[in-house]
């Protein structure tokens, strides 16, 4: 099943870490059959407040989203991202298709 890395990243610092961080993450995603979908874009509030902006990544499945966040690659450079940012990241699985709402009841 299809799985996603989400992260709202609420705050970020550009400079050489996070310029660094965007060159060399592409390269990391590869492997693993990751590819963005959302890389903050222009984000249209509609409820509430949404500070920050919206990466969605999306991968084959879970193994291959946990196995790139863990991957030599990717943790070579996670921390031109934490360091430089505040985000909150997480996994998350697609859902089978046809999906209709009630089927989170079962």
Do not use: C
Not at 6 to 25: C, D, F, K, N, S
Not at 31 to 36: E, L, N, Q, S
Not at 76 to 89: E, G, H, M, P
């Amino acid at each position: 099943m299809t799985a996603y890395a989400v992260a709202h990243m609420r705050q970020a610092t550009m400079g050489p870490g996070i310029v660094e961080y965007l060159h060399r993450i592409d390269a990391t995603l590869k492997p693993f059959g990751g590819r963005f979908l959302v890389h903050g874009g222009d984000v249209e509030v509609i409820e509430n407040e949404w500070p920050g902006h919206l990466i969605i990544i999306e991968f084959p499945d879970r193994d291959h989203v946990r196995g790139w966040y863990n991957s030599p690659a990717y943790q070579a450079i996670l921390a031109l991202r934490t360091d430089n940012s505040r985000a909150d990241v997480v996994f998350v699985d697609g859902v089978e298709h046809p999906h209709k709402a009630t089927d989170v009841l079962k």
